[in-house]
């Protein structure tokens, strides 16, 4: 017993459309790549503080100095680290959704392009085996019944 495949009946796939979502996904990773990514980067330029002022304890944390806020900055630092490691992970993800899209559009594309090739190749087939109109007639035996 084997799993058996989706029914899709008749499939319409509208070529423009997988381009436009390409377009899309590719003005998504841009966001992502270009607004947000720039954003962490201010995030972090806050986080490290203002380099001009030295710290009154050493080893202090904009949190202070005691053990909790090192710890809370430890998390703060480790949150900050994964964001980033997420977002290029989206944009990377967002670039093979958009090459995937694009492929099979190519795929669709080439495929209609055969399907008219090939019903040219019919038509001219047909055409050519077919007995014109007003052409010559049939051909008889030579007896007669």
Not at 17 to 27: N, P
Not at 46 to 56: A, E, H, L, V, W
Request: proline share 6%.
């Amino acid at each position: 017993m084997g799993i058996n495949p989706p029914d899709t009946g008749d499939l319409q796939v509208s070529v423009e459309d997988l381009d436009a979502a390409a377009e899309y996904i590719e003005r998504l990773k841009q966001y992502v790549e270009d607004t947000i990514s720039w954003e962490m980067e201010q995030i972090k330029l806050k986080m490290k503080g203002d380099n001009n002022s030295p710290q009154i304890v050493a080893g202090g944390t904009p949190f202070g100095a005691y053990g909790e806020a090192q710890l809370q900055w430890q998390a703060l630092e480790r949150s900050t680290a994964n964001m980033e490691f997420h977002l290029k992970s989206l944009s990377a993800k967002l670039a093979g959704l958009k090459k995937g899209t694009e492929d099979i559009a190519k795929a669709f594309r080439d495929a209609e392009e055969r399907n008219a090739a090939n019903g040219k190749d019919i038509e001219r087939l047909l055409e050519s085996a077919a007995v014109p109109p007003g052409g010559p007639e049939m051909p008889t035996y030579p007896y007669s019944a």
